[in-house]
Nanobody, 121 residues
């Protein structure tokens, strides 16, 4: 069974940094896109940043210049380096992947369980 496992969340003061990681495992044939979404209490889940297997990125305007997404295709792992964190960044961060399992051989969306990021003032 395919699964995404996040790590690296925690509590940090405003202006600090955190590095999130997410590893995809299981019967995976190919990964097209991996990335991060976040959801604050009482809010909808929103895009943070994504990256394709070829390196194309897409990020929310609110994090550009502060967050950097990267990946290791050989390890099926995506990272999110978060710098200059703000209280508004506080949310549960969810790893996302669009990938093709071995069976069935179709593109599907997968989500991790989420990791809490809390930024204090």
């Amino acid at each position: 069974q395919v699964q995404l496992v996040e790590s690296g969340g925690g509590l940090v003061q405003a202006g600090g940094s955190l590095r999130l990681s997410c590893a995809a495992s299981g019967g995976i044939l190919s990964i097209r896109t991996m990335g991060w979404y976040r959801q604050a209490p009482g809010d909808q889940r929103e895009l943070v940043s994504t990256i394709t297997s070829s390196g194309d990125t897409n990020s929310a305007d609110s994090v550009k210049g502060r967050f950097t997404i990267s990946r290791d295709n050989n390890k099926n792992t995506v990272y999110l380096q978060m710098n200059s964190l703000k209280p508004e960044d506080t949310a549960v961060y969810y790893c996302y992947a669009r990938l093709m399992p071995i069976r069935p051989s179709v593109w599907r969306d997968y989500w991790g369980q989420g990791t809490q990021v809390t930024v204090s003032s």
